[in-house]
Protein backbone atom coordinates (compact mmCIF):
# COMPACT_ATOMS: atom_id res chain seq x y z
CA UNK A 1 0.00 0.00 0.00
CA UNK A 2 1.42 3.18 -0.95
CA UNK A 3 0.45 6.69 1.34
CA UNK A 4 2.60 9.54 2.18
CA UNK A 5 5.84 7.65 2.41
CA UNK A 6 6.94 7.49 -0.90
CA UNK A 7 7.28 11.52 -1.07
CA UNK A 8 10.35 13.26 -1.37
CA UNK A 9 10.30 15.64 1.30
CA UNK A 10 7.65 16.65 3.67
CA UNK A 11 6.07 19.91 3.69
CA UNK A 12 3.92 21.57 6.47
CA UNK A 13 0.07 21.19 5.59
CA UNK A 14 -0.63 24.83 7.53
CA UNK A 15 -2.61 26.69 5.02
CA UNK A 16 -2.63 30.45 6.18
CA UNK A 17 -4.44 31.65 2.78
CA UNK A 18 -3.64 34.66 0.93
CA UNK A 19 -3.08 37.95 2.21
CA UNK A 20 -0.72 36.97 5.08
CA UNK A 21 2.85 38.60 5.83
CA UNK A 22 4.06 41.85 6.31
CA UNK A 23 6.42 43.71 3.62
CA UNK A 24 10.05 43.72 5.00
CA UNK A 25 11.74 46.75 3.32
CA UNK A 26 15.20 46.69 2.12
CA UNK A 27 15.27 42.71 2.50
CA UNK A 28 15.62 41.58 -0.94
CA UNK A 29 16.71 37.74 -0.34
CA UNK A 30 13.95 36.68 2.12
CA UNK A 31 14.31 35.44 5.53
CA UNK A 32 11.79 32.85 6.63
CA UNK A 33 14.93 30.11 7.50
CA UNK A 34 16.13 30.68 3.64
CA UNK A 35 19.41 32.39 2.77
CA UNK A 36 18.84 31.56 -0.70
CA UNK A 37 19.76 34.09 -3.14
CA UNK A 38 18.33 35.25 -6.23
CA UNK A 39 20.71 33.66 -8.19
CA UNK A 40 19.68 30.25 -5.96
CA UNK A 41 16.36 31.02 -6.96
CA UNK A 42 17.26 31.48 -11.03
CA UNK A 43 18.97 27.82 -11.16
CA UNK A 44 15.87 26.34 -9.53
CA UNK A 45 14.00 27.91 -12.35
CA UNK A 46 16.23 26.66 -15.36
CA UNK A 47 14.97 23.03 -13.34
CA UNK A 48 11.67 23.91 -13.85
CA UNK A 49 11.82 25.03 -17.82
CA UNK A 50 13.96 21.85 -18.64
CA UNK A 51 10.93 19.81 -17.55
CA UNK A 52 8.45 19.91 -20.87
CA UNK A 53 5.43 19.29 -19.10
CA UNK A 54 3.46 22.17 -20.66
CA UNK A 55 4.32 20.20 -24.15
CA UNK A 56 3.97 16.64 -22.54
CA UNK A 57 7.88 16.08 -23.19
CA UNK A 58 9.68 14.22 -19.93
CA UNK A 59 10.77 16.26 -17.39
CA UNK A 60 14.84 15.99 -16.11
CA UNK A 61 13.13 14.60 -12.93
CA UNK A 62 10.96 11.40 -12.32
CA UNK A 63 8.21 11.10 -9.54
CA UNK A 64 8.47 8.31 -7.05
CA UNK A 65 9.09 4.88 -8.33
CA UNK A 66 7.02 4.04 -6.07
CA UNK A 67 3.72 5.86 -7.85
CA UNK A 68 4.70 3.89 -10.96
CA UNK A 69 4.71 0.80 -9.79
CA UNK A 70 1.70 1.24 -8.23
CA UNK A 71 0.16 2.42 -11.29
CA UNK A 72 1.57 -0.48 -13.21
CA UNK A 73 0.49 -3.03 -10.66
CA UNK A 74 -3.36 -1.35 -10.98
CA UNK A 75 -3.42 -1.30 -15.47
CA UNK A 76 -5.82 -4.06 -16.73
CA UNK A 77 -7.16 -4.87 -13.10
CA UNK A 78 -9.79 -1.88 -12.71
CA UNK A 79 -7.01 0.55 -11.93
CA UNK A 80 -6.27 4.00 -13.05
CA UNK A 81 -3.99 2.94 -15.92
CA UNK A 82 -6.93 0.49 -17.62
CA UNK A 83 -9.55 3.35 -17.42
CA UNK A 84 -10.41 5.53 -20.24
CA UNK A 85 -10.07 9.44 -19.59
CA UNK A 86 -13.34 10.23 -21.05
CA UNK A 87 -15.76 11.55 -18.83
CA UNK A 88 -18.98 10.52 -20.18
CA UNK A 89 -18.43 6.91 -20.85
CA UNK A 90 -20.33 4.28 -19.36
CA UNK A 91 -18.17 3.90 -15.93
CA UNK A 92 -20.29 0.82 -14.38
CA UNK A 93 -23.76 1.19 -12.43
CA UNK A 94 -26.39 2.45 -14.22
CA UNK A 95 -26.65 5.57 -15.85
CA UNK A 96 -29.63 8.20 -15.61
CA UNK A 97 -32.37 8.05 -18.37
CA UNK A 98 -32.00 11.41 -19.82
CA UNK A 99 -28.39 13.42 -19.37
CA UNK A 100 -28.62 16.12 -17.26
CA UNK A 101 -26.60 18.25 -19.50
CA UNK A 102 -25.11 18.87 -23.00
CA UNK A 103 -21.88 19.84 -22.29
CA UNK A 104 -18.58 17.09 -21.91
CA UNK A 105 -17.81 18.13 -18.08
CA UNK A 106 -14.01 19.33 -17.88
CA UNK A 107 -11.95 18.81 -14.53
CA UNK A 108 -9.44 21.41 -13.11
CA UNK A 109 -7.26 20.13 -10.05
CA UNK A 110 -5.66 22.66 -7.95
CA UNK A 111 -2.15 20.79 -7.15
CA UNK A 112 1.24 21.98 -5.71
CA UNK A 113 3.43 20.46 -2.63
CA UNK A 114 3.57 23.45 -0.63
CA UNK A 115 1.04 24.89 1.77
CA UNK A 116 0.01 28.30 1.70
CA UNK A 117 0.51 29.10 -2.10
CA UNK A 118 -3.47 29.80 -2.40
CA UNK A 119 -5.26 26.47 -3.89
CA UNK A 120 -8.06 27.02 -2.22
CA UNK A 121 -8.45 30.93 -2.77
CA UNK A 122 -8.17 29.72 -6.72
CA UNK A 123 -10.64 26.67 -6.27
CA UNK A 124 -13.63 28.89 -4.73
CA UNK A 125 -13.12 31.93 -7.09
CA UNK A 126 -13.16 29.93 -9.86
CA UNK A 127 -15.87 28.17 -8.31
CA UNK A 128 -17.91 31.33 -8.25
CA UNK A 129 -16.82 33.03 -11.05
CA UNK A 130 -18.27 29.69 -13.43
CA UNK A 131 -21.48 29.45 -11.44
CA UNK A 132 -21.67 33.29 -12.61
CA UNK A 133 -21.38 32.39 -16.23
CA UNK A 134 -24.37 29.87 -15.75
CA UNK A 135 -22.37 26.63 -15.84
CA UNK A 136 -23.34 24.02 -12.87
CA UNK A 137 -19.74 23.61 -10.90
CA UNK A 138 -18.70 20.22 -8.91
CA UNK A 139 -16.13 21.36 -6.21
CA UNK A 140 -14.29 18.45 -4.65
CA UNK A 141 -12.68 19.03 -1.46
CA UNK A 142 -9.78 16.60 -0.91
CA UNK A 143 -8.04 18.12 2.01
CA UNK A 144 -8.79 16.89 5.62
CA UNK A 145 -8.44 20.60 6.79
CA UNK A 146 -11.27 21.58 4.84
CA UNK A 147 -10.72 25.02 3.75
CA UNK A 148 -12.85 24.91 0.92
CA UNK A 149 -15.66 22.84 2.09
CA UNK A 150 -16.00 26.41 4.87
CA UNK A 151 -16.11 28.31 2.43
CA UNK A 152 -18.30 27.33 0.08
CA UNK A 153 -20.59 25.66 2.75
CA UNK A 154 -23.69 27.34 1.43
CA UNK A 155 -23.53 24.96 -1.53
CA UNK A 156 -23.29 21.56 0.32
CA UNK A 157 -24.60 18.73 -2.04
CA UNK A 158 -24.86 16.25 0.82
CA UNK A 159 -22.26 14.06 -0.69
CA UNK A 160 -18.82 13.48 0.98
CA UNK A 161 -15.32 13.06 -1.05
CA UNK A 162 -14.42 9.65 0.56
CA UNK A 163 -17.54 8.53 -0.99
CA UNK A 164 -16.20 9.18 -3.93
CA UNK A 165 -12.75 6.38 -3.30
CA UNK A 166 -15.88 3.71 -2.19
CA UNK A 167 -16.35 2.81 -5.87
CA UNK A 168 -20.54 2.85 -5.60
CA UNK A 169 -21.19 4.55 -8.92
CA UNK A 170 -24.97 3.40 -8.44
CA UNK A 171 -25.31 5.69 -5.01
CA UNK A 172 -23.62 8.82 -6.78
CA UNK A 173 -25.66 8.54 -9.41
CA UNK A 174 -29.18 8.21 -7.65
CA UNK A 175 -27.62 11.18 -4.67
CA UNK A 176 -27.21 13.66 -7.97
CA UNK A 177 -30.30 12.14 -10.13
CA UNK A 178 -32.61 13.46 -6.85
CA UNK A 179 -31.04 17.52 -6.54
CA UNK A 180 -30.71 20.31 -8.55
CA UNK A 181 -27.35 20.54 -9.78
CA UNK A 182 -27.27 24.20 -10.40
CA UNK A 183 -24.97 26.52 -9.84
CA UNK A 184 -22.09 25.38 -7.51
CA UNK A 185 -22.02 21.76 -5.58
CA UNK A 186 -19.69 21.05 -3.00
CA UNK A 187 -18.65 17.65 -2.18
CA UNK A 188 -16.87 18.35 1.31
CA UNK A 189 -13.71 17.05 2.86
CA UNK A 190 -14.86 14.90 5.49
CA UNK A 191 -13.34 12.81 8.72
CA UNK A 192 -12.91 9.83 6.52
CA UNK A 193 -10.23 11.47 3.70
CA UNK A 194 -7.51 10.83 6.78
CA UNK A 195 -8.01 6.99 5.46
CA UNK A 196 -7.15 7.84 1.81
CA UNK A 197 -3.38 7.01 2.55
CA UNK A 198 -4.02 3.19 3.53
CA UNK A 199 -5.34 2.68 0.02
CA UNK A 200 -3.99 1.02 -2.87
CA UNK A 201 -3.16 4.20 -5.41
CA UNK A 202 -4.30 2.21 -8.64
CA UNK A 203 -7.73 1.69 -7.06
CA UNK A 204 -7.83 5.06 -5.45
CA UNK A 205 -7.26 6.63 -8.53
CA UNK A 206 -9.27 4.09 -10.41
CA UNK A 207 -12.46 5.19 -8.36
CA UNK A 208 -12.02 8.44 -8.33
CA UNK A 209 -11.52 8.58 -11.81
CA UNK A 210 -14.95 6.69 -12.29
CA UNK A 211 -16.62 8.39 -9.99
CA UNK A 212 -15.35 12.14 -11.91
CA UNK A 213 -16.71 10.41 -14.63
CA UNK A 214 -20.45 10.11 -13.36
CA UNK A 215 -20.19 13.46 -12.42
CA UNK A 216 -19.64 14.71 -15.92
CA UNK A 217 -23.65 13.51 -16.46
CA UNK A 218 -24.86 16.57 -13.99
CA UNK A 219 -22.19 19.25 -14.10
CA UNK A 220 -20.45 21.13 -16.66
CA UNK A 221 -16.79 21.84 -14.72
CA UNK A 222 -15.57 19.73 -11.86
CA UNK A 223 -12.79 21.06 -9.68
CA UNK A 224 -10.79 19.77 -7.43
CA UNK A 225 -9.23 21.02 -4.34
CA UNK A 226 -5.99 18.97 -3.03
CA UNK A 227 -4.07 18.64 0.56
CA UNK A 228 -0.19 20.39 0.22
CA UNK A 229 1.57 17.08 -0.05
CA UNK A 230 1.57 14.11 -2.84
CA UNK A 231 -0.55 11.89 -0.84
CA UNK A 232 -3.33 9.49 -2.70
CA UNK A 233 -5.22 11.95 -2.89
CA UNK A 234 -3.53 14.75 -4.85
CA UNK A 235 -1.94 12.07 -6.99
CA UNK A 236 -5.46 10.44 -7.86
CA UNK A 237 -6.86 14.11 -8.65
CA UNK A 238 -3.94 14.72 -11.12
CA UNK A 239 -4.62 11.23 -13.12
CA UNK A 240 -8.51 11.97 -12.89
CA UNK A 241 -8.06 15.66 -13.79
CA UNK A 242 -7.79 17.39 -17.76
CA UNK A 243 -6.40 20.32 -16.46
CA UNK A 244 -3.95 21.63 -13.60
CA UNK A 245 -2.90 24.72 -12.15
CA UNK A 246 -0.79 25.42 -9.50
CA UNK A 247 -1.03 28.72 -7.28
CA UNK A 248 2.82 30.04 -6.07
CA UNK A 249 4.46 32.04 -4.03
CA UNK A 250 7.39 34.37 -5.07
CA UNK A 251 9.70 32.58 -2.38
CA UNK A 252 12.14 30.24 -3.10
CA UNK A 253 10.45 27.38 -1.02
CA UNK A 254 7.56 27.84 -2.67
CA UNK A 255 9.52 27.76 -6.08
CA UNK A 256 11.32 24.53 -5.12
CA UNK A 257 7.77 22.81 -4.24
CA UNK A 258 6.84 23.78 -7.73
CA UNK A 259 10.19 21.82 -9.07
CA UNK A 260 9.15 18.65 -7.38
CA UNK A 261 5.28 19.17 -8.54
CA UNK A 262 6.62 20.05 -12.15
CA UNK A 263 8.67 16.52 -12.05
CA UNK A 264 5.82 14.93 -10.46
CA UNK A 265 3.39 15.85 -13.00
CA UNK A 266 5.80 14.93 -15.93
CA UNK A 267 5.91 11.76 -15.13
CA UNK A 268 2.43 11.30 -14.24
CA UNK A 269 0.96 12.85 -17.55
CA UNK A 270 2.29 9.12 -18.81
CA UNK A 271 -0.38 7.41 -17.11
CA UNK A 272 -2.82 10.43 -17.36
CA UNK A 273 -1.82 11.74 -21.21
CA UNK A 274 -4.63 14.33 -21.36
CA UNK A 275 -3.44 16.14 -18.42
CA UNK A 276 -2.38 19.67 -19.62
CA UNK A 277 -0.59 21.98 -16.87
CA UNK A 278 -1.79 25.30 -17.16
CA UNK A 279 1.33 26.53 -15.54
CA UNK A 280 1.40 28.14 -12.19
CA UNK A 281 -0.43 31.53 -11.04
CA UNK A 282 2.40 34.24 -8.99
CA UNK A 283 0.06 34.93 -5.70
CA UNK A 284 0.60 36.84 -2.88
CA UNK A 285 3.47 38.97 -4.90
CA UNK A 286 4.36 42.04 -2.57
CA UNK A 287 5.38 45.04 -4.29
CA UNK A 288 7.02 45.92 -1.42
CA UNK A 289 9.72 43.08 -1.68
CA UNK A 290 12.25 43.17 -4.22
CA UNK A 291 12.79 39.66 -3.66
CA UNK A 292 8.82 38.90 -4.90
CA UNK A 293 9.67 41.41 -8.07
CA UNK A 294 13.09 40.05 -8.96
CA UNK A 295 11.69 36.13 -8.79
CA UNK A 296 8.52 37.07 -10.46
CA UNK A 297 10.90 38.62 -13.20
CA UNK A 298 13.40 35.20 -13.53
CA UNK A 299 10.46 32.71 -13.74
CA UNK A 300 8.47 35.08 -16.63
CA UNK A 301 11.85 35.68 -18.36
CA UNK A 302 13.49 31.82 -17.98
CA UNK A 303 9.62 30.02 -19.08
CA UNK A 304 6.84 32.11 -20.17
CA UNK A 305 4.82 29.11 -20.87
CA UNK A 306 5.14 27.70 -17.40
CA UNK A 307 4.00 30.99 -15.62
CA UNK A 308 0.19 32.76 -16.56
CA UNK A 309 0.57 36.11 -17.65
CA UNK A 310 -1.66 37.13 -14.90
CA UNK A 311 -0.25 37.32 -11.01
CA UNK A 312 -2.34 38.24 -7.86
CA UNK A 313 -0.96 40.56 -5.55
CA UNK A 314 -0.77 40.51 -1.84
CA UNK A 315 -4.41 41.09 -1.28
CA UNK A 316 -5.88 41.22 2.54
CA UNK A 317 -9.43 41.07 0.64
CA UNK A 318 -9.24 38.15 -0.70
CA UNK A 319 -8.57 36.32 2.41
CA UNK A 320 -11.23 38.26 4.26
CA UNK A 321 -13.56 37.60 1.17
CA UNK A 322 -12.82 33.71 1.91
CA UNK A 323 -13.25 33.99 5.67
CA UNK A 324 -16.79 35.50 4.75
CA UNK A 325 -17.63 32.68 2.54
CA UNK A 326 -17.79 34.83 -0.72
CA UNK A 327 -15.88 35.91 -3.90
CA UNK A 328 -13.94 39.06 -3.32
CA UNK A 329 -15.44 41.60 -6.14
CA UNK A 330 -18.48 40.99 -3.16
CA UNK A 331 -16.65 42.99 -0.83
CA UNK A 332 -17.37 46.41 -0.88
CA UNK A 333 -14.14 48.19 -0.13
CA UNK A 334 -11.92 50.04 -2.55
CA UNK A 335 -9.14 48.34 -1.89
CA UNK A 336 -10.98 44.85 -3.06
CA UNK A 337 -11.37 46.59 -6.18
CA UNK A 338 -7.72 45.71 -7.65
CA UNK A 339 -8.14 42.27 -6.19
CA UNK A 340 -11.65 41.58 -7.86
CA UNK A 341 -9.97 42.57 -11.43
CA UNK A 342 -6.60 39.98 -11.04
CA UNK A 343 -9.14 37.50 -10.18
CA UNK A 344 -11.49 38.09 -12.82
CA UNK A 345 -8.34 38.20 -15.42
CA UNK A 346 -7.29 34.77 -13.88
CA UNK A 347 -10.87 33.27 -14.32
CA UNK A 348 -11.08 34.56 -17.49
CA UNK A 349 -8.02 32.76 -18.44
CA UNK A 350 -8.82 29.42 -16.71
CA UNK A 351 -12.30 29.75 -18.77
CA UNK A 352 -10.39 30.24 -21.88
CA UNK A 353 -7.76 27.75 -21.52
CA UNK A 354 -9.98 24.88 -20.66
CA UNK A 355 -12.26 25.82 -23.63
CA UNK A 356 -15.07 25.76 -21.85
CA UNK A 357 -18.41 26.19 -24.32
Request: hydrophobic residues 40%; charged residues 20%.
Amino acid sequence: MYGKAYVDGRVSRSYKGPGHGVAEPGNSRGRAGSRRTTNDVHAEIRVIAGSGVTDGQPGTESASGAVNQSLRNGAGNGGVAGTSGVHRQEMGGRRPKEKKTERIMKTLVTAIQKGGQGKTFATCHLAFDFAERGLRVAVIDLDTQGNASFTLSDHQSGFVSSQLFAGNIDELRGWFDNRDNNGIALIAADADLANLDKMDLSHAAGALRNSVAALGDYFDVCLIDTAPSLGVGMTAAVLSADYMLSPVEMEAYSLHGMRKMVAVVSNLRKMNPKLRFLGMVPNKVDARKPRHIANLAAVQEAYPQLVLPISIGMRDSIAEALGEQMPVWMIKKTAARLATKEVRALANYVFEKMEIK
